[in-house]
């Protein structure tokens, strides 16, 4: 019986993934055509066009949407393996690989004892409520990365941090894997040894190798407050009383233009600096590391860092799906309510985009309202994980408050990883700690 029970929790959520990426390809095969934008041009004219650019030896030095770090010419120039595909089925199907491996390393971490399954199934519905999205940019392969990284930080420590490194060049944001490591001991020592050497290598190499690797920096700080982003709300509901700016294709992105802009902007760089400090302070003050901590305040700074952003592109979010994913998986962690939060949003994000793209390009009604409810989950998910990041790693301040609100926390969290699989169809896996599940 037990068996049967172990190939059932890992052919369920296999079947489960090769149905719904099914529809994916399809999607962005055309096979199957969603109402909007057609996602696939980044791949098809941008990425094959930097595809041409990166072959004679040089970084797309003239085009501002450039905007990654040097190691991104890699995921570019993947493709390139596979020729007999052509450029857009090549990179897809990489996508898959991807995306297959990410949810072998979920599901081989959901067979250990202090571990769960939930986060297979956080990364399969996450990417398949993304839509065909998730498939048309490169940001899955991060992930997988990122992914990699936070499950070889156990037991691998160097291996974790050549892996945070080569992230952190694929595309930045993993560096805020560090977030929550260690500061002392041998294992943290090896750790922020490897990050460290690893980033200085291999931007050594790429800068040697071709001009303008670093011209990224540049692009990146140019940008504007993009139609998605938390600040552009006050310009969709501002046009309606009469503000005089426009939407305009700016720097890769559709952002507004014209008064008042550069103002929020600025807020929204304000903002992220405050998490920055929220986030030093925690760390000074911190009282214990478990075993969850490192992967918690991952997902909980990319969270922070996202949300707070100039620019929220729909791909952003599978950054905190895959964190979100580790988080869950990990039976001592606290993060499953903000998880599905941030499931919740992926769901409305694939509505905005491309579903309801046009409506909100326009800052009609309906795409507010979308935005406003995306947006919204981001930010209550921000909030609470923050909280629980707080009080996770504080036993100071959980001595001082009782106990009451902690086992109210682990009945929640309790409750929505058990909601998980129901969601998706799946059995819930029988607890093995010989606790009664909270109702």
């Known amino acids: 019986m037990t068996s049967i029970s172990r190939a059932r929790g890992v052919w369920l959520p296999v079947a489960a993934w090769a149905l719904t990426r099914a529809v994916v390809l399809l999607c962005v095969l055309r096979v199957l055509v969603l109402p909007g934008p057609d996602v696939t041009t980044d791949v098809s004219v941008i990425y094959q066009g930097w595809f041409e650019v990166l072959k004679t030896g040089t970084f797309p030095l003239n085009d501002v949407t450039w905007q990654y770090p040097p190691a991104a010419a890699l995921a570019i120039l993947s493709p390139g393996l596979l020729p007999f595909l052509g450029y857009a089925p090549a990179f897809y199907t990489l996508v898959l690989i991807a995306d297959a491996a990410t949810l072998a390393l979920l599901l081989r971490a959901g067979r250990r004892a202090d571990h769960r399954p939930a986060g297979a199934w956080v990364w399969i519905a996450g990417v398949a409520l993304l839509g065909p999205t998730a498939y048309a940019r490169y940001d899955l392969m991060v992930t997988a990365v990122a992914v990699a990284a936070l499950f070889a930080a156990v037991r691998r420590p160097r291996v974790a941090g050549a892996l945070i490194a080569f992230g952190a060049l694929l595309k930045v944001w993993p560096a805020l894997l560090l977030t929550g490591a260690a500061l002392r001991g041998r294992r943290a020592r090896a750790l922020w040894w490897s990050a460290a050497g690893t980033a200085a290598a291999l931007t050594l190499l790429f800068v040697t ?52 802009v550069p103002f929020v902007s600025t807020v929204a760089l304000t903002l992220s600096l405050a ?41 952003y979010i599978l950054w905190l799906v895959g964190l979100g994913a580790v988080c869950v998986t990990v039976r001592a962690g606290r993060q499953t309510l903000p998880v599905v939060l941030v499931l919740l949003a992926t769901g409305v994000t694939l509505l905005e985009f491309p579903v309801g793209f046009a409506e909100v390009v326009a800052s009609e009604p309906w795409g507010v309202t979308l935005l406003i409810v995306r947006n919204g989950l981001l930010v209550a998910a921000s909030l609470i994980a923050c ?39 799946a059995a819930p896996r029988p607890r093995t700690d010989g606790a009664t599940p909270a109702p």
Do not use: K, M
Not at 226 to 249: C, I, K, N
Not at 409 to 420: M, N, P, S
């Open 209 to 260: 190798a071709a001009p303008g690797a670093l011209a990224f920096l540049t692009f990146q700080r140019d940008r504007g407050t993009e139609v998605e982003s938390l600040g552009a709300l006050v310009f969709h509901v501002a046009r309606h009383y009469g503000w005089d700016g426009q939407v305009l294709l700016n720097y890769g992105s559709l952002e507004f233009l014209g008064p008042g």
């Open 275 to 315: 998490a920055v400090g929220w986030l030093f302070l925690w760390r000074v003050r911190v009282g214990e590391l478990r075993p969850a901590t490192l992967c918690e305040a991952a997902f909980t700074a990319t969270l922070l860092f996202t949300t707070t952003s100039r620019v929220i592109s729909p791909q």
């Open 387 to 425: 909280r629980r990041l707080w009080a996770s790693t504080r036993g100071d301040g959980q001595e001082r408050t009782g106990t009451a609100g902690v086992v109210r926390a682990r009945r929640a969290d309790d409750a929505a990883a058990t909601a998980l699989p129901e969601l998706t169809g």
